[in-house]
């Protein structure tokens, strides 16, 4: 791991709230040690530990979980509303769980995620037991459990894998396994560094989620606002929303509640790496709520002093330096669509992803150019991003508008030029 944790300039959000070099180191640090914790749907334990070690010591945050998991964190010296602003993002990364012992060299392990299957032929895991020793094992062939012929409209929960280590694996049913990567690193660039670590979908966004309610209970503690901000860190996301699907059902948010999903999202030519945390206005599913989409927009906005992109009548050069980005993604699907369907007003931000589930190479071997086998490799993302998306996210804690205000600009533009067709 490199131990050269880049500094960016301090920033400040609409509100002043100044955020330090130090700070963003402590921030980086976060984020370093939370994307390379073994974690996969229903074995998010770890990480639960880590955002326990994280809340000692941190006064005034109360902890609340509902029936299935679901972790949510509010600030008890906030009047609580039925109108809160949720920053949530889920606890689980596509991986391996022991389903059976065939015998001391052998096992039989579930994945559960999206990975393309091209990617399992002998490629070499770890399987982490409950003491986080870990074995290293290859998986051997896709193991079907019970022959059965599945038709179009249903779908297998997991794909099954048989996988064997040279030495006696020391393995129980339910340890995690993970594939075999390089050591997280941050690798210098001209704009401030990228980390490739095993799982930034979507422990960046929990390390995000984290740092921002961070800096907002301190201000509130100085004397900012007293908002009612929370956050909610659900379960079990990549086989299918399954804690968010729970806490929707049951109302475990309020339904007056305006939710900010927060992801990793595949990035493409127009939607780069070092482009700025993205307001994600939808996804393969839905488009999400327009006006809290603008709101969010907005923020960015008053942030960065300007938009997303230039106008036609603007240069290139005339771009704020903070930037941020406002895209569909419509590449894959993200929890808010699920908060949307429940009835919530729900948008996303997300950061562009590299290698997104770890599918290094991912458009060749969709293409069938891939040479050879493809592999995994890394997950990566713009450490600039990453800061960006907590100053995003703090802005929207201290002050996000009730609406982007549109009707109010389209008003002034009406009475300032009306005279123009002779009303």
């Known amino acids: 791991m490199s131990s050269n944790t880049p500094t960016t300039p301090t920033a400040t959000t609409p509100d002043k709230h100044p955020i330090s070099d130090e700070t963003r180191e402590k921030h980086v640090d976060w984020l370093m040690g939370l994307t390379q914790i073994p974690t996969a749907a229903g074995k998010e334990h770890r990480v639960i530990a880590w955002i326990d070690r994280w809340l000692t010591g941190r006064s005034g945050i109360e902890k609340r979980v509902d029936a299935h998991g679901n972790i949510e964190l509010s600030l008890g010296g906030a009047p609580k509303t039925d109108h809160p602003v949720y920053f949530t993002a889920h606890l689980d990364h596509p991986a391996f769980v022991v389903e059976q012992i065939t015998n001391p060299t052998e096992l039989i392990l579930s994945f559960r995620g999206g990975v393309m299957s091209d990617y399992f032929p002998d490629a070499p895991i770890r399987v982490y037991t409950d003491d986080d020793r870990y074995a290293t094992a290859t998986i051997s062939e896709e193991h079907d459990p019970d022959g059965k012929e599945w038709s179009e409209t249903e779908e297998r929960p997991f794909k099954m894998y048989c996988a064997r280590s040279e030495e006696p694996h020391g393995a129980s049913v339910g340890d995690v396994g993970t594939w075999v990567l390089p050591d997280a690193q941050i690798i210098d660039d001209e704009f401030g560094g990228i980390i490739h670590t095993n799982a930034c979908d979507d422990l960046a966004a929990v390390a995000a989620a984290l740092c921002a309610f961070d800096e907002i209970r301190m201000a509130?503690?100085?004397?900012?606002?007293?908002?009612?901000?929370?956050?909610?860190?659900?379960?079990?996301?990549?086989?299918?929303?399954?804690?968010?699907?729970?806490?929707?059902?049951?109302?475990?948010?309020?339904?007056?509640?305006?939710?900010?999903?927060?992801?990793?999202?595949?990035?493409?030519?127009?939607?780069?790496?070092?482009?700025?945390?993205?307001?994600?206005?939808?996804?393969?599913?839905?488009?999400?709520?327009?006006?809290?989409?603008?709101?969010?927009?907005?923020?960015?906005?008053?942030?960065?002093?300007?938009?997303?992109?230039?106008?036609?009548?603007?240069?290139?050069?005339?771009?704020p330096t903070w930037k941020w980005q406002r895209k569909l993604m419509a590449g894959g699907a993200c929890e808010a669509s699920v908060y949307c369907a429940y009835g919530y007003t729900s948008t996303c931000v997300c950061l562009p992803l590299g290698n997104y589930h770890n599918m290094a190479g991912l458009a060749e071997a969709q293409a069938g150019t891939h040479e050879g086998t493809p592999r995994v490799g890394r997950e990566y993302v713009g450490i600039d991003d990453f800061h960006g998306m907590v100053d995003l996210l703090i802005g929207c804690g201290m002050d996000l508008p009730q609406s982007p205000g549109f009707m109010e600009r389209v008003e002034k533009l009406w009475e300032g030029r009306k005279f123009v067709i002779g009303s």
């Open 220 to 319: 509130q503690d100085n004397g900012a606002a007293k908002n009612d901000v929370r956050v909610l860190f659900t379960l079990a996301e990549e086989i299918g929303f399954v804690g968010a699907i729970g806490a929707s059902r049951d109302g475990f948010m309020p339904k007056g509640s305006r939710i900010i999903a927060l992801e990793n999202s595949r990035a493409f030519p127009d939607s780069p790496i070092h482009g700025g945390p993205i307001v994600r206005v939808g996804d393969r599913i839905s488009v999400f709520s327009p006006e809290l989409t603008g709101a969010v927009a907005k923020v960015a906005e008053r942030i960065a002093g300007g938009p997303a992109l230039p106008k036609a009548s603007e240069k290139m050069s005339d771009m």
